[in-house]
């Protein structure tokens, strides 16, 4: 288990804690001591995502519970406790139904599941979101609601109109209009990338070793324009491509990981920017990309050979949002704005 | 090892074997000994491909052709030898480089690999064909060629203008014009499907046992209409979806790979027949099936979703076209037109 305290409060003594909040996913889970304002005063992780706890059921929640974070219920047994991610999902503590989209905190808070548990206060779980475009298959996200909604807290000119990107093994791209979520799509771009590196014959042609710095931002670049450039269906002709590429030396073993991922990538925002991510009635839709500062970084470069630059760049925004569901839960004040 | 006469020549003693034909491939062995007409007297197959030899170089590819063919060749010393397949390629027995397109048997004869060897007669083994498009990625392709110039062989009509269909781990789509293929287009439907299948959390969901062949059929179309709709990019969030409609229960566990396989095979045919293979002068050009019969019925019915009939569905057409490789490289004279 890894602790921190925050930079921005730096002394626990002065800062009084309001919240215990918990990112908590599949494989890993993230404790937050948050004060008033919303401010983080320690933060914590550990490896106990719901897959991976010391004890089946019940018992082994309440254990990962209490390993990152009984100290500080303990010394404050009246903190409120949230939490969002897999712990709500039916393999989680306690399911928490998937809510319909458009939603908004208020939705989320109202639709929440609640565990007693042997550690004093019950655990509020945010729900997660389904989306169902007309003539579409449903679409499911559950955890990114909760950074989304603390990316539109952070910023809320964004929560009027504004597109909130979270990549990753399976990225969201999220339509915010009026303070709600109206729609998302996922792509599994980051999953589909490590099947294919892993598991096909391409994967095989990879080398271990990456290529020096430029090679493999021009690979990248290169994967990006062949994707610009593709047409409906290409995808699995240009995954083939890339291991042509590779045995007729065209590519180096070492860049071609980085031209699948900007092969890939690229197919993502030429799907996603086509839908309502793209201009709208003549005004850029501003971009928000959230989650892990490299992956952020990569999907920024991708964007600019899109002609399109991020508003901004956000790291994890899961406590901003718990802080926020937790408000919308009447758990705690909300703080006044000019404090925020 | 496999042996079975040809229904259309079982009486062995009075066919005269002209030509010793093989379709090595990466994981079996063909070979099929043929008379002077094309006719084929008995065919064999063996696991003995180029990854699954008994010793390692020379030794174990002369051991594999005698295993198989030995007597053959004992019996009739004098008869030609030819080979197409990946014992062509640079880890096969000799490699025969690509040849680019565009390119006819006589091309390919013009640019075989000849082995020389310690049963006699030397091996003639037909190159691989490569197809750059304008400003696209170099293509290969190592032994469709041969199945190519059987198709047209058997029906020299589709020679004038037509596109053969290869469908398979790595389906070929080849574009035919006044004899020649003058270029072609490689899918990795049949690979994604099997690392999706196998390795994907999607691939999870799927259950061992398969739907019943109702519930199957409209999965597939249902995949394919799917598929069918699709825009640019949309694959990787149309392969996530597939999940979601398990999750949800909208799909049986059991039809999930129907889904999948309609989704991939259908994106296939969105992108191949906006290429050349689409309308041509107001006039449909021919689409002919080449290969496994379950697989070319499949692809039928999927083409059927999208409006078109295959001209014809052909089995496995390499003994055709080894028989015409080894026509226009000299080695046995060319049948009379009457006669074949």
């Known amino acids: 288990m890894e602790t921190c305290l925050s930079p921005a409060a730096a002394d626990l003594v002065t800062a009084r804690p309001a919240l215990v909040a918990l990112d908590w996913g599949t494989s890993s889970l993230r404790a937050f001591l948050m004060d008033a304002r919303g401010g983080v005063i320690a933060e914590r992780s550990s490896n106990r995502g719901i897959r991976h706890l010391a004890q089946p059921g019940e018992v082994g929640f309440t254990l990962a519970l209490a390993e990152i974070a009984g100290d500080w219920l303990g010394q404050w047994p009246g903190l409120p406790r949230v939490a969002s991610g ?13 809510v319909d989209c458009p939603a908004d905190t208020g939705v989320l808070a109202g639709r929440a599941g609640r565990v007693e548990n042997a550690l004093g206060r019950p655990l509020l779980i945010a729900p997660g979101l389904r989306y169902e475009p007309a003539g579409g298959a449903p679409d499911v996200m559950r955890g990114e609601e909760i950074q989304i909604a603390g990316a539109l807290a952070m910023q809320p000119r964004w929560a009027k109109r504004a ?9 969201k791209w999220a339509w915010i209009e009026d303070g709600r979520i109206t729609g998302f799509r996922t792509y599994m771009t980051g999953e589909l990338y490590a099947v294919l590196r892993g598991h096909s014959l391409l994967g095989q042609l990879m080398s271990e070793e990456r290529a020096e710095a430029g090679v493999a931002a021009q690979a990248f670049a290169d994967g990006l324009a062949r994707a610009r450039d593709s047409g409906p269906g290409d995808l699995s002709h240009q995954i083939f491509a890339t291991r042509t590429l590779g045995l007729t030396g065209r590519l180096p073993a070492a860049a071609l990981a980085d031209y699948l991922s900007g092969l890939l990538i690229g197919h993502e925002l030429v799907s996603a920017l086509a839908q309502r991510g793209g201009r709208d009635d003549g005004e850029v839709l501003p971009l928000v990309l959230v989650g892990d500062a490299a992956l952020s970084r990569r999907y920024a470069e991708a964007l600019a050979a899109f002609g399109r630059t991020p508003a901004a760049q956000l790291g994890n925004t899961a406590p901003q949002g718990l802080f926020r569901f937790a408000c919308a839960a009447g758990l705690i004040d909300e703080p006044a704005l000019a404090a925020s």
């Open 86 to 98: 897999m712990v709500g999902s039916a393999q989680g503590w306690r399911e928490a139904p998937y």
């Open 163 to 171: 597109c909130i990107v979270l990549p990753g093994t399976h990225s």
